[in-house]
C-alpha cells in the first residue's frame, strides 16, 4: 500500500507553538491535507503522552484517531544545539529513554523539545538500546542544524554514525542539493513539516510517500531502512527558495548577500546586524559534487507550494491566515476532499466549476511551473507570486516546462 506521512511536528508543549496542536485538531486536518500519518513529536513530554493515550491503540507503536495514524516521536536539542529526530517502537522505548536522559535535562517537562546535555554520539547510543530510528533535524539549517556546527556525520555521531539511517532536508534544501554530498547518499532522505500550528500553510507542507504493507511503526521503520521491499516512494516539499534560511541574508533587514560578499563584509550587515549564512551556501562548501549525484534508490522529489499560499497570491491578500483564504481553502476541500488533490490530481475544469477564475489561473500557473518565487533568508521565508504580478523575480525551478506530474504516477 502507498501512505502519505508527515514525521516532524510539534504539539501545544513546545514552544511557540500553537494552542490548537491538540491530538484531535492534527487528526482532523491532516486527511484534508492528503496525509496518512503522523508522528506524534514531543512523546518524552508527559502530557502530550497523556493526549497521545487518547488514540486508539492499534500495536505497541502505532495508534489512530479520527483514521489517521500516528507513529512516536519527538526532537531534542543537544549540548552543541544541533537537533536530532527520534522515532521510538513502544511506549515502553519511550520511558527506557527518558529515564536515561532525565538526569541531563532540565526541562524534560516544561517543553516538548528539551535540551539534553548529551552529545550527538551519546543520544545515538541510547537510541540504539531502546531500538529507536535517529537521525539528523533540518540537516542544514544554521541554527541547529548537524551541518551548522559538523561537517560530517562521524563528527556528529561519532562510531555511532553507521546507524544513522536518515536525514532530514528541511524546508530550504531539496534532495538535488542534499544529494552534492557524497556521504548522505546511504540515507533515507525524509521531508516533513516541522509544524507548529494545523494551519494547513503549515501542516504537512512537506511530507513522505512510502511503500508499505501497512500504516504501523514497523512498517514505516522497514520503509525508512529500506528493506523487506519497503521503501520511500516519493518526497514531496517546498521549493528549496521558499526557506526562510536558503540564501545567506541579514537577521534584521533581510538583505540577501553571496557568499563571496559576505565572506568579504566579515558576515556584518550594511545595516550593522549579523548575516546568516543561507542553506545553499552551506551546502556548496561542504558538496563533494557540483551537481547532485543520486543514489540508485533514492525516489523523485516533487515541489508542492501550499494551497493556501496560492490562494492568498490569486485573491489579493497579504498572508494565507485571513478570513477570505480559509473560506476559499475550505471551499476546494469540502468538494475535492484534500489539499493534494486540488493542487495536483483533479482536473482544472473541475476546479473552475467550484472557485472564482482567479484562484483556477493560479492553480493552473503552479501545475504550468509559471510560478514565481524571491528566495528566503535570515529567518525571512520566500514570497511566491504569480506571473503577472512581478515579472522580475526568480523563476521557481519546479522542472520541465511541462504540467505538474500527478502524484497517482508514483
Same mark, same amino acid.
Given at each position: 500500500?502507498i501512505?502519505?506521512?508527515?514525521?516532524?511536528?510539534?504539539s501545544r508543549?513546545?514552544?511557540?507553538?500553537?494552542?490548537?496542536?491538540?491530538?484531535?485538531?492534527i487528526?482532523k486536518?491532516?486527511?484534508?491535507?492528503?496525509?496518512?500519518?503522523?508522528?506524534?513529536?514531543d512523546c518524552?513530554?508527559s502530557?502530550?503522552?497523556?493526549?497521545?493515550?487518547?488514540?486508539?491503540?492499534?500495536?505497541?507503536?502505532?495508534?489512530e484517531?479520527n483514521?489517521?495514524?500516528?507513529?512516536?516521536s519527538?526532537?531534542?536539542?543537544?549540548?552543541?544545539r544541533?537537533?536530532?529526530?527520534l522515532?521510538?517502537?513502544?511506549?515502553?522505548?519511550?520511558y527506557?529513554f527518558?529515564?536515561?536522559?532525565?538526569?541531563?535535562?532540565?526541562n524534560?517537562?516544561?517543553?516538548?523539545?528539551?535540551?539534553?546535555?548529551?552529545?550527538?554520539e551519546?543520544?545515538?547510543?541510547?537510541?540504539?538500546?531502546v531500538?529507536?530510528?535517529?537521525?539528523?533535524?533540518h540537516?542544514?539549517?544554521?541554527?541547529?542544524?548537524?551541518?551548522?556546527?559538523?561537517?560530517?556525520?562521524?563528527?556528529?555521531?561519532?562510531d555511532?554514525?553507521?546507524y544513522?539511517?536518515f536525514?532530514?532536508?528541511?524546508l530550504s534544501a531539496?534532495?538535488?542539493?542534499?544529494?552534492?554530498?557524497?556521504?548522505?547518499?546511504r540515507?533515507?532522505?525524509?521531508?516533513?513539516?516541522?509544524?507548529h500550528?494545523?494551519?494547513?500553510?503549515?501542516?504537512?507542507?512537506?511530507?513522505n510517500r512510502? =511503500?508499505?504493507?501497512?500504516a $504501523?511503526?514497523?512498517? +514505516?521503520?522497514? @520503509? &525508512?531502512?529500506?528493506?523487506?521491499g519497503? *521503501?520511500?516512494?516519493?518526497?514531496?516539499?517546498?521549493?528549496?527558495?521558499?526557506?526562510?534560511?536558503?540564501?545567506s541574508?541579514?537577521?534584521s533587514?533581510?538583505?540577501?548577500y553571496?557568499?563571496?560578499?559576505?565572506?568579504?563584509?566579515?558576515?556584518k550587515?550594511?545595516?550593522g546586524k549579523r548575516?546568516k549564512?543561507?542553506v545553499k551556501?552551506r551546502i556548496?562548501?561542504?558538496?563533494?559534487?557540483?551537481?547532485?549525484?543520486h543514489?540508485?534508490?533514492?525516489?523523485?522529489?516533487?515541489?508542492?507550494?501550499?494551497?493556501?499560499e496560492?490562494?492568498?497570491?490569486?485573491?489579493?491578500?497579504?498572508?494565507?491566515?485571513?478570513?477570505?483564504?480559509?473560506?476559499?481553502?475550505n471551499?476546494?476541500?469540502?468538494?475535492?476532499?484534500?489539499?493534494?488533490?486540488?493542487?495536483?490530481d483533479v482536473?482544472i475544469? =473541475?476546479?473552475?466549476?467550484? $472557485?472564482?477564475?482567479? +484562484?483556477?489561473? @493560479? &492553480?493552473?500557473?503552479f501545475?504550468e511551473? *509559471?510560478?514565481?518565487?524571491r528566495?528566503?533568508?535570515?529567518?525571512q521565508?520566500?514570497?511566491i507570486?504569480?506571473?503577472?504580478?512581478?515579472?522580475?523575480?526568480?523563476?521557481?525551478?519546479?522542472g520541465?516546462?511541462d504540467?505538474?506530474?500527478?502524484?497517482?504516477?508514483y
Open positions: 500500500m501512505i502519505n506521512a508527515d514525521l516532524h511536528i510539534h508543549f513546545s514552544g511557540a507553538t500553537s494552542e490548537k496542536m491538540t491530538i484531535e485538531t487528526s486536518e491532516a486527511p484534508r491535507k492528503g496525509v496518512n500519518v503522523v508522528a506524534t513529536g518524552l513530554h502530557g502530550w503522552m497523556k493526549e497521545i493515550k487518547q488514540c486508539n491503540v492499534i500495536d505497541d507503536g502505532t495508534f484517531l483514521g489517521t495514524r500516528f507513529i512516536l519527538t526532537e531534542v536539542e543537544d549540548q552543541k544541533v537537533h536530532h529526530l522515532y521510538f517502537p513502544s511506549f515502553s522505548a519511550v527506557g527518558k529515564e536515561r536522559i532525565k538526569s541531563k535535562s532540565k524534560l517537562e516544561s517543553d516538548g523539545r528539551p535540551n539534553i546535555d548529551m552529545n550527538g551519546e543520544l545515538a547510543a541510547l537510541a540504539k538500546d531500538d529507536a530510528l535517529i537521525g539528523g533535524a540537516m542544514f539549517t544554521p541554527w541547529t542544524a548537524m551541518y551548522a556546527y559538523y561537517n560530517s556525520l562521524k563528527d556528529c555521531y561519532g555511532l554514525a553507521d544513522v539511517s536525514a532530514e532536508l528541511g531539496d534532495t538535488d542539493f542534499a544529494d552534492k554530498i557524497q556521504e548522505l547518499h540515507l533515507t532522505f525524509l521531508t516533513n513539516s516541522d509544524s500550528s494545523p494551519h494547513p500553510v503549515r501542516l504537512a507542507r512537506e511530507f512510502f =511503500e508499505v504493507k501497512d $504501523t511503526f514497523e512498517q +514505516i521503520k522497514k @520503509a &525508512i531502512l529500506r528493506i523487506g519497503n *521503501k520511500p516512494v516519493l518526497n514531496v516539499g517546498l521549493p528549496p527558495q521558499e526557506g526562510k534560511y536558503h540564501e541574508a541579514c537577521i533587514c533581510f538583505t540577501h553571496s557568499l563571496e560578499e559576505a565572506q568579504r563584509r566579515r558576515w550587515c550594511s545595516c548575516i549564512k543561507g551556501d556548496n562548501e561542504i558538496a563533494d559534487y557540483k551537481e547532485p549525484r543514489p540508485d534508490h533514492r525516489p523523485p522529489y516533487v515541489h508542492l507550494i501550499p494551497l493556501a496560492i490562494i492568498t497570491k490569486a485573491v489579493g491578500q497579504h498572508n494565507p491566515f485571513t478570513q477570505t483564504v480559509n473560506k476559499r481553502w471551499e476546494l476541500i469540502s468538494v475535492f476532499g484534500s489539499e493534494i488533490n486540488v493542487l495536483i482536473d475544469e =473541475e476546479i473552475a466549476k467550484v $472557485t472564482a477564475p482567479a +484562484i483556477t489561473e @493560479a &492553480i493552473q500557473a501545475r511551473k *509559471k510560478v514565481i518565487i528566495p528566503g533568508g535570515g529567518g521565508y520566500g514570497v507570486e504569480l506571473p503577472e504580478q512581478e515579472k522580475n523575480l526568480l523563476s521557481l525551478p519546479l520541465p516546462k504540467k505538474q506530474t500527478s502524484l497517482l504516477e
